[in-house]
């Protein structure tokens, strides 16, 4: 006999839209304000010509955004930030940027680095590696020069330890990939690009093979609060969104402000946009524009968060703790935020008897069933913060079932195989959530083969939510740099339920 588990939690409607008054979340700090420091660079017109955007100004606009965002819904205060657009944009003053401004920050505060121009992939004598443009970039045989590496970037943020670091860069690395095919296909370049589209004269100075190789290695600094957002991935170009024209700006920027800015990505409407949620929405609003404009995404849009824990962090918070998902109490909206993707009717759970049910009712169940093929997790959160993790679980596994739910086959849990059952035996109340993953999830063998028992609250949050978000957060198919990366494919519902006396 299973004692069933005082574990579950979350109302299963939408709660009230609160105003968001919010920190980023890789940089939420708590307390009285402090002086943040934001380096903003936008660039259109590069002296060499040829690498300036054929869709001018929507850089200029995207740094405007961005520092718009910044000093209003995240915080800060208008000397935090140095805007560097166009001619001001050098190399050397970015990296002065990026070492003497954002350098005045102390531990503790938030530093937050963002790019909008021109980035490219080039050969070096380590290996292939990512660049970014400044106005000063020049093409040349071979390669560019006066180009920044992200390497050297990602060295000087990483000299900031102990601050809340976030980059966000709105630029590619595969141009020459979409270029040829531009080239082949329509015997023209790909205007909206954020990649040099060089004509065939031109074309001759980047150095093509090396995007067959895996990027040079840049290990973190450990211990670093670092969370890194890239509009696309490797084998994809970052796209200027021409339908407003002549207004352009960036497809990842527009999505990514609008998402913290209007609380479009706070999927639950909890008031917290979490990293994961905000990832979910960049990913929805770049795949629809790709939907409208094919011919410009011949690889995709799947735009990219990477860092430490990154997708357990909080990108918007009403409260402005910065508490990332996996500290304190478990929760069920916790544990939304984490899952990101909106509910959805493609699946649904019920309980049998349906809630609520009196003490003592013997043999509970929980029915999943799912309008399409997927991967099924089946959690409870009671309103104590139990979690009980009821699917997959080691007895399933034991049987047979690799965690697979079919379209229209439900799954029970338990059922006859079980050799158990659930009985009320505490008065409580709690949510089941069921995340139904259309792609494989990469999850280890320990979480695919767990007891079905109350997880200790210090295993929730130090090894199952970590494990979960980032399975979620890292793409299908994108194990290489020539993968056409997509986002994992997912729905949720949501089940409450109450034991009464």
Not at 63 to 74: E, F, H, N, S
Not at 197 to 216: F, H, K
Not at 277 to 284: G, K, N, Q, S
Request: aromatic share 4%; charged share 20%.
């Amino acid at each position: 006999m299973m004692r069933f588990m005082r574990h579950l939690q979350i109302a299963a409607g939408p709660i009230a839209v609160c105003q968001i008054i919010v920190c980023l979340a890789a940089l939420m700090t708590a307390g009285p304000a402090l002086a943040d420091k934001a380096l903003i660079v936008g660039i259109d017109s590069y002296r060499d010509s040829r690498l300036s955007a054929e869709l001018g100004g929507g850089a200029r606009a995207d740094a405007l955004r961005m520092q718009g965002l910044l000093t209003g819904t995240l915080g800060y205060g208008k000397d935090d930030i140095q805007l560097l657009v166009d001619d001001q944009a050098t190399g050397t003053a970015i990296l002065a940027g990026l070492r003497d401004w954002l350098g005045r920050s102390k531990p503790g505060e938030r530093v937050f680095f963002y790019f909008a121009g021109q980035g490219q992939s080039a050969k070096t004598g380590s290996g292939r590696e990512d660049i970014l443009l400044p106005f000063d970039a020049a093409a040349k045989p071979g390669g560019f020069g006066n180009a920044l590496s992200r390497s050297e970037i990602d060295r000087q943020l990483g000299r900031l330890a102990g601050r809340r670091i976030t980059e966000v860069i709105d630029s590619s690395h595969a141009g020459t990939v979409t270029r040829a095919i531009s080239v082949e296909a329509s015997g023209g370049g790909n205007p909206a690009a954020r990649s040099p589209q060089l004509d065939g004269s031109t074309r001759s100075i980047v150095v093509e093979p090396a995007l067959g190789e895996e990027p040079v290695a840049v290990p973190e600094p450990a211990g670093l609060d670092f969370v890194k957002w890239q509009a696309v991935s490797p084998a994809q170009t970052a796209l200027v969104d021409e339908e407003p024209a002549p207004a352009y700006r960036g497809v990842f920027t527009t999505a990514f402000a609008d998402g913290i800015e209007k609380g479009l990505a706070d999927t639950n409407g909890n008031g917290t946009v979490s990293n994961q949620e905000l990832l979910d929405y960049v990913r929805a609003q770049s795949s629809a524009y790709c939907g409208r404009h094919r011919d410009r995404c011949e690889m995709g849009l799947t735009p990219m968060l990477s860092g430490e824990g990154a997708a357990l962090k909080v990108a918007a918070d009403k409260t402005g703790s910065g508490e990332a998902l996996n500290q304190g109490k478990p929760t069920a909206d916790k544990i939304l935020d984490l899952l990101g993707a909106r509910l959805s009717d493609s699946v649904t759970v019920e309980q049998f008897p349906p809630s609520p049910v009196r003490l003592g009712t013997r043999d509970m169940r929980f029915k999943v069933t799912s309008s399409q093929d997927g991967f099924l997790i089946l959690l409870s959160v009671s309103d104590e913060g139990e979690v009980v993790q009821l699917f997959p679980n080691a007895i399933a596994a034991a049987h047979g079932k690799d965690g697979r739910i079919r379209a229209g086959s439900p799954i029970m849990v338990p059922d006859a195989s079980y050799g158990m059952r659930f009985d009320a035996t505490s008065v409580t109340k709690g949510t089941v959530l069921a995340l139904v993953a259309v792609d494989p999830l990469k999850l280890s063998k320990g979480f695919v083969t767990r007891k079905i028992d109350v997880i200790p609250q210090d295993e929730v949050n130090g090894s199952v939510l970590p494990e979960l978000a980032d399975s979620l957060a890292r793409p299908a198919n994108a194990d290489g740099v020539k993968a056409n990366a997509k986002a994992v494919g997912r729905s949720v519902a949501t089940m409450r339920y109450e034991i009464v006396p």
